[in-house]
């Protein structure tokens, strides 16, 4: 029988692959929609393929622990409010409003990492804790690259507006 902090640890593990399912849906429907910031759109897919290592790794810690896998897919709507805001697509500033989004969701991951490590080592879960401080330096590094960048993208926008060229995406 597992104890409260091995059941909270797996709940937060689940949790994690849900996050980084949502956000895989994100970053690809964003990246495919950006046409006129060839940087974001690069950066949007690099960071991509960095988050399904991340939902995979997460997925062997689950399954490390003796985790049921089968069910994970039915946690994914956990994150749809967030996913929500983040396809604030289809509106007139759609490229400032996904790098708000990218921006946010990435400390939301960062938050999320930081307390997944502390349940890790709770639990004398050195593996878990290692995997997770991995992906937090990729985190940590996109939410970086967004804090520089997103007056970059905001300035770029309003130059496409003002020279009345195709600006939103
Ligand atoms: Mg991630
Ligand atoms: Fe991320």
């Known amino acids: 029988m597992a104890n409260d902090r091995e059941e909270m640890l797996m709940t937060w593990l689940r949790d994690a692959h849900a996050m980084e ?15 006129h910031y060839p940087s974001f759109k690069q950066k949007l897919e690099a960071h991509l393929r960095e988050t399904q290592r991340q939902r995979d790794v997460i997925r062997a810690c689950i399954e490390r622990r003796g985790g049921d896998t089968s069910t994970i897919k039915d ?14 697509l289809f509106v007139a500033d759609e490229v400032v409003k996904a790098a708000m989004a990218s921006y946010t969701f990435e400390h939301f991951e960062i938050a999320s990492y930081r ?21 937090l330096v990729e985190e940590e590094a996109m939410a970086a690259w967004m804090a520089a960048e997103l007056p970059t993208i905001t300035s770029q926008y309003l130059q496409r507006l003002a020279m009345d060229v195709e600006a939103k995406h």
């Open 115 to 135: 307390s997944l490590i502390a349940a890790a080592e709770a639990v004398g879960d050195v593996e878990t804790a290692r995997v997770c401080r991995e992906i």
């Open 21 to 35: 399912e949502q956000a895989e849906q994100m970053l690809s429907t964003t990246a495919e929609r950006i046409e």
């Open 75 to 88: 946690l994914a709507g956990k994150m749809m409010a967030m996913g929500q805001g983040l396809s604030g």
